[in-house]
């Protein structure tokens, strides 16, 4: 799990302008003991919260994770009606529930859906799956070499494709 947390540290910056993000782990189970709910915080303070969150557990419910994020943490406080909204899934695996239903609801609500593919050690990616979540092929990105290569590199990479050109966004300036 220390390369995934050293890749979501990474993929943010520090500062009271920065972007608002919440962090939860699902297999069977959304860990809501563990969440980072919606907020707008800085880089050594949670930090330390994505340390303690556990890497356990069995299952992989993809589609009650993304219904979990839309009901629960694009609904709660601290959503800023303002900034786009964008669900990052990471996952190693075929879910084992429906996806396109919660999938299609995020995206009817205006949701960015973009999926990161772990290569699994069996060398095997349901890439068509990954597809049905995100619903844009240049939505879905593959970290080849599994969890290894979720590396800060990695991250900055996956940052310059979700969020292009920082300098570009009106609140930098370009009105």
């Known amino acids: 799990m220390e390369q995934t947390e050293t890749v979501l540290c990474a993929l943010f910056e520090d500062g009271e302008d920065s972007m608002s993000f919440s962090i939860f782990r699902y297999n069977k189970l959304v860990d809501e003991t563990s969440s980072i709910p919606l907020i707008n915080s ?11 969150i556990p890497y356990d557990g069995e299952g992989t419910r993809t ?21 786009p909204d964008v669900v990052l899934l990471l996952t190693d695996g075929v879910s084992q529930d429906d996806v396109i239903t919660p999938a299609n609801a995020l995206r009817d609500d205006g949701v960015t859906l973009y999926t990161v593919g772990i290569m699994p050690p069996s060398g095997r990616l349901d890439t068509a799956h990954l597809l049905e979540i995100a619903g844009d092929i240049d939505h879905v990105i593959l970290a080849d070499n599994g969890f290894d290569g979720l590396t800060p590199i990695f991250a900055q990479e996956l940052s310059q494709h979700i969020c292009g050109d920082p300098c570009n966004h009106v609140r930098h300036g370009h009105e």
Request: no cysteine; proline share 0%.
């Open 42 to 52: 800085f880089k050594s303070n949670v930090e330390a919260r994505v340390n303690a």
């Open 63 to 83: 589609g009650q994770a993304l219904k979990y994020a839309r009901d629960v943490i694009l609904s709660a406080e601290g959503n800023r009606d303002y900034a």
